[in-house]
């Protein structure tokens, strides 16, 4: 079993992808009015505990989504990440009558370098969503939520609704019949810029969005006639069943960074090795009972094993 590397975020904070899969990649995120407004509605809900963290961009496909996200530190992100993933498994489960995890695993995170041409590149990838798989021919007729679509009308504003579900529960049990309205507030995220364009004047950065919005098309469109494919459409889309498992899904390895240049993948990767040496040089201490043990900033230490009676006896009981 290979073992799980500590999540990491430099010093100073980064911009970090990331990426959320389906259990066994099915159609649990099918877009949809309701869906769509639950997705944003539980990141901004998200974004109110951890309100350092930006939106550069978001995608929502039927089986996966994508954030791009500024953060300050791990701790930020995790409990971003916390909040969003287990409450939007919650309403998704709810939306479309599933049982179990929504999640086929963690999410991934992935740092992009300082370098303009790194942040340009998965800005490009997150944009090119929905169009480079045949989904659909152009971004805005994505029926899910896409912040191209967003970019493309000049906004920055997607809106969403938080459903108090403790509220509507009380309720409930009380016996007490309330309107929707009572437990259900509208709420917004705002799309930030991408760092290396944030002192762009606003209209012309989404001139340039629009700019590489209609290459990718251009290109996605280019490939299918080379191809002989065809564009799968937003009503098809809609009409997937959520639980549907596709017969094949498309795998591969993560890079530990998003880099433009090799000089500074190295100078991540140094980085991060010398991260991980001091988390497990820590983490080994604290497995000898040293509580103390020196764990490096910005991290998790692992948890402290188990400790009772071991011999079988009667354990004594914990103090007051």
């Known amino acids: 079993m290979t073992e799980r590397l500590p999540r990491y975020i430099p010093e100073g904070g980064a911009l970090v992808e990331i990426t959320y899969r389906t259990v066994q990649g099915r159609y649990l995120l ?56 287990g409450n939007l498994a919650k309403e998704v489960n709810r939306e479309h009558d599933w049982s179990g995890k929504l999640w ?14 790194a942040q340009i590149e998965r800005l490009e990838y997150l944009l090119s969503q929905a169009v480079k798989e045949d989904l659909v021919k152009k971004v805005e007729d994505w029926p899910g939520i896409h912040f191209g679509k967003t970019l493309m009308e000049g906004r920055s504003l997607l809106v969403g609704a938080w459903y108090d579900r403790t509220k509507q529960y009380r309720a409930a049990v009380q016996g007490k019949k309330i309107e929707e309205s009572e437990y259900r507030t509208e709420l917004t995220v705002e799309l930030k810029q991408l760092p290396c364009w944030r002192d762009l004047p606003w209209d012309r950065y989404v001139r340039r969005i629009r700019k590489m919005i209609r290459r990718i098309e251009k290109e996605a469109e280019r490939e299918r006639e080379l191809q002989g494919a065809t564009v799968v459409g937003a009503p098809l889309v809609r009409q997937q069943d959520p639980h549907t498992r596709p017969r094949k899904m498309k795998k591969g390895p993560a890079p530990l960074v998003h880099a433009a240049t090799q000089r500074e993948r190295i100078a991540w990767r140094e980085s991060f090795g010398i991260f991980v040496a001091a988390y497990r040089f820590a983490a080994d201490l604290l497995r000898e009972g040293v509580l103390e043990a020196p764990f490096p900033e910005g991290c998790f230490p692992p948890a402290l094993p188990y400790v009772g009676d071991r011999g079988g006896g009667e354990a004594e009981p914990a103090p007051a």
């Open 30 to 85: 099918r877009p949809g009015p309701t869906l769509n407004e639950l997705v944003v509605g539980v990141l901004a809900r998200a974004q109110e505990l951890c309100p350092t963290v930006e939106l550069v961009g978001i995608v929502v496909l039927s089986n996966h989504l994508h954030l791009l996200l500024s953060v300050p530190d791990q701790y930020q992100l995790s409990t971003l990440m916390w909040f969003f993933g």
């Open 104 to 117: 086929s695993r963690r999410y991934r995170s992935i740092c992009v370098t300082e370098e303009p041409a």
